[in-house]
């Protein structure tokens, strides 16, 4: 807990608080302000919407700790700030809201832009209010709201509020309870172990995939089929290959226990997971199926990989060809934006085929290849999910 | 969802921030408007959180002959409102208006949209188009990169285990320089799915054209005189770059890099 120093809607306020709370969060659950409402939590859809010295800002990626010494105005804040008592009319009067939900945010992000830019038309009001979703209204009425109140305020000079420069309008609410006793956040359960949720207990049954994102990846290794294919089919070594992963159980060679660490620039994922294994010598190709959860995130994912061996370079070579097919579920997936997997799957594909050579020829892998997870997430899919990692909600 | 637990500091200097970010796992934090969410969502679980945005070195401004370097930590919507001084003829506060959303954009700063290296973000491909400069600072002592040198790939960057960015140093244009961008979004606000900033300054003897939003390292065209004068060349560096697998999303580009060209000729095609 960190003391802070922070004044909400006109009240000085000191509080201790956790680090992770976010503003929203304090203001709903301490302070019993409920006027600002929460929807995604990351920063998208803007119901969260507040008042920071005066300028808006998310409440649900801002944080009390990192607050102290600022000006919180909310929803309640603006009970008599009469540019918000113009907005609340013509919100009215025009069927700005049906559900609600949105609006303490809607009217946050209305006031500044009355303000910021009086007399704009329809289109920069469209623009300037994409960050506010809406499930309701069709958003219609509350751009004809906003825009009668920013045409009467045509002719005026804007006022621009970016922080503390400009003064931020305070208005001690009477909605604005005294804080309450603090509740002291319990404490957090130890992190579950990575793989500690994998499903490994049942045995496990490939599901067909419900549109999944598929890949392709070709690279070649530098030795005869026979000998890439006979480490294809010993899943340690396969995994060892893969880096961040390694098997948490030994394999029969019919199925894998495995997990995977994936760090990348801020983000940190570790997949546990289970999957069966299919080859068909005849053909130089195989098959395997997997599942796993980021037991972090919460993230689930399944995945098939099937890979198939050429001979190349008259034999003394073997392309490697894996065609990966996956789904994400869960907070990766909604963070999710197309293909950013290509630069990753890239680098991933580039250390797997040259710890895959190192190790046909008998070399150590290099230090930076951890063991690599086969089974439930092989290769280009491992690239799936981390591609997915990099989205945006 | 909730941040998982993390501690938080806010040292008074710039020393202190580099002692505290010594510490295992520690992150800078400046607007937290891309750190946020990954918290919010566990994606991130940084033990210590250190505060930097607000390091007076990181909200400085310095003017100079050559160009204007700018703090770290100052926000989009500084750019924006032109709170700052702008060393080209308008171009950053044009592009701050399109990044994000105003409530984002009070908060998030140039400094941590180019240490996130967000491929599809707006700073890293405009920056790079400036020719602009990334100054460091770390436990070893500080250093300068260009930007193209600094975002090594998708949320990749040159950064090295405690060291931050203290500033950007954006080369002064010519009164006659031309600005052309262009990013293609699913809706206001959203992450570009192709993006194309093109640099024209004669006078300067400049010509650079950057793509953007490649999922992987940006496309940095340091001599682009004859790409602008036909852009159709461009298609083997995408294709190099492996983004002509999809023909959707490669004529997406293409016309994406022909509109920014176009803009350079007409300041009214301007985003
Ligand atoms: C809904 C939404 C939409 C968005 N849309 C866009 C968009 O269209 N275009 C766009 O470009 N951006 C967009 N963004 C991102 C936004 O621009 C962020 O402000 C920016 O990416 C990060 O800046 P920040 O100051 O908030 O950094 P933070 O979130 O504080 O930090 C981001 C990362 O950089 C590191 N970091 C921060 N400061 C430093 C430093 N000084 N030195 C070293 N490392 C540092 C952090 O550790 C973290 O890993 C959007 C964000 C949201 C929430
Ligand atoms: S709850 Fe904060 S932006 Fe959605
Ligand atoms: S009124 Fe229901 S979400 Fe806007």
Redesign the interface.
């Given at each position: 807990m960190k003391p802070i120093h922070i004044e909400i809607n006109g009240r000085a306020i000191s509080a201790e608080v956790e680090p992770r709370q976010h503003l929203a969060d304090f203001m709903r659950e301490e302070l019993l302000l409920t006027g600002t409402h929460l929807g995604c939590e990351h920063g998208v859809c803007g119901a969260c919407t507040v008042l920071i010295d005066g300028a808006p800002a998310r409440s649900c990626i801002a944080y009390p700790v990192a607050l102290d010494g600022a000006k919180i105005t909310t929803i309640e804040g603006l009970a008599d700030d009469p540019v918000a008592a113009r907005l609340r009319e013509a919100f009215t009067r025009e069927h700005g809201l049906q559900c609600g939900f949105c609006t303490p945010g809607m009217m946050m992000m209305a006031r500044d832009i009355v303000l910021r830019r009086p007399g704009l038309d329809e289109g920069a009001i469209r623009h300037e209010l994409a960050g506010n979703l809406c499930r309701c209204t069709g958003y219609v009425g509350i751009v004809r709201a906003i825009k009668s109140v920013a045409a009467e305020r045509m002719g005026e000079a804007p006022v621009v509020t970016r922080g503390s420069e400009v003064a931020p309008p305070v208005y001690a609410s009477p909605l604005a309870l005294p804080v309450a006793p603090s509740r002291v956040a319990a404490e957090a359960a130890p992190a579950a172990p990575a793989g500690a949720q994998a499903p490994g207990a049942a045995p496990f049954v490939a599901e067909p995939l419900r549109n999944p994102v598929e890949i392709v990846e070709e690279f070649d290794v530098a030795a005869p089929r026979a000998s890439v294919w006979e480490l294809f089919q010993d899943p340690a070594r396969v995994i060892a290959c893969l880096p961040g992963a390694r098997l948490t159980e030994p394999s029969d060679g019919r199925s894998v226990v495995a997990e995977m660490t994936v760090k990348l620039g801020p983000i940190q994922a570790a997949f546990g997971g289970t999957g069966v294994i299919a080859a068909d010598p005849a053909n130089w190709s195989g098959t395997i199926d997997g599942r796993g959860v980021d037991s972090r995130s919460a993230t689930r994912v399944q995945a098939r990989l099937n890979y198939a061996l050429t001979e190349t370079g008259a034999g003394a070579a073997t392309r490697v060809r894996v065609e990966v097919a996956y789904v994400l579920q869960g907070p990766l997936a909604q963070m999710s934006r197309g293909a950013i997997a290509r630069d990753l799957a890239a680098r991933m594909t580039a250390a797997f085929a040259a710890n895959l050579n190192a190790a046909i020829k008998g070399e150590a892998a290099p230090a930076e290849a951890a063991p690599l997870d086969a089974g439930s997430l092989l290769l280009a899919m491992v690239k799936g999910w981390l591609a997915r990692l990099f989205g945006r909600g | 969802?909730?941040?998982?637990?993390?501690?938080?500091e806010?040292p008074a200097d710039l020393a202190g921030a580099l002692a505290a970010l010594g510490q295992g796992g520690a992150?800078p934090?400046s607007g937290?408007?891309s750190?946020?969410?990954?918290?919010?969502?566990?994606?991130?679980?940084?033990p210590l959180?250190v505060?930097v945005g607000r390091l007076a070195p990181l909200r400085q401004v310095e003017e100079g002959a050559e160009g204007t370097l700018f703090g770290a930590g100052i926000?989009h919507?500084?750019f924006e409102?032109g709170?700052v001084p702008d060393p080209t003829p308008g171009f950053l506060a044009r592009i701050a208006r399109g990044i994000?959303?105003?409530?984002?954009r009070?908060?998030g700063t140039m400094g941590g949209s180019l240490a996130?290296?967000?491929?599809?973000a707006d700073w890293p491909t405009t920056l790079a188009a400036l020719g602009a400069r990334v100054h460091l600072a770390g436990p070893s002592g500080t250093r300068e990169l260009p930007v193209e040198d600094f975002i090594l790939?998708?949320?990749?960057?040159a950064l090295q285990d405690g060291e931050i960015v203290t500033g950007i140093f954006v080369p002064r244009c010519s009164a006659g320089a031309r600005f052309g961008y262009r990013k293609s979004c699913r809706?206001?606000?959203?992450?570009a799915?192709a993006m194309c900033a093109v640099l024209a300054d004669p006078a300067r003897g400049v010509h650079r054209l950057v793509i953007g939003a490649?999922?992987?390292?940006q496309i940095v065209i340091a001599d682009a005189a004859a790409a602008t004068s036909d852009p159709a060349t461009l298609d083997d560096a995408l294709r190099a770059a492996?983004l002509a697998a999809d023909p959707a999303s490669l004529r997406l580009r293409q016309a994406v890099i022909r509109q920014a060209v176009a803009a350079l000729e007409d300041e009214s095609l301007s985003a």
């Open positions: - | 969802m909730k941040a998982a637990r993390f501690d938080y806010r992150k934090l937290g408007q750190l946020g969410p990954m918290l919010n969502l566990r994606l991130a679980r940084p959180l505060d926000t919507a500084e409102d709170a994000a959303y105003r409530a984002v009070n908060r996130h290296a967000d491929p599809a790939g998708a949320f990749e960057t809706k206001v606000g959203e992450f799915e490649t999922e992987a390292r492996g």
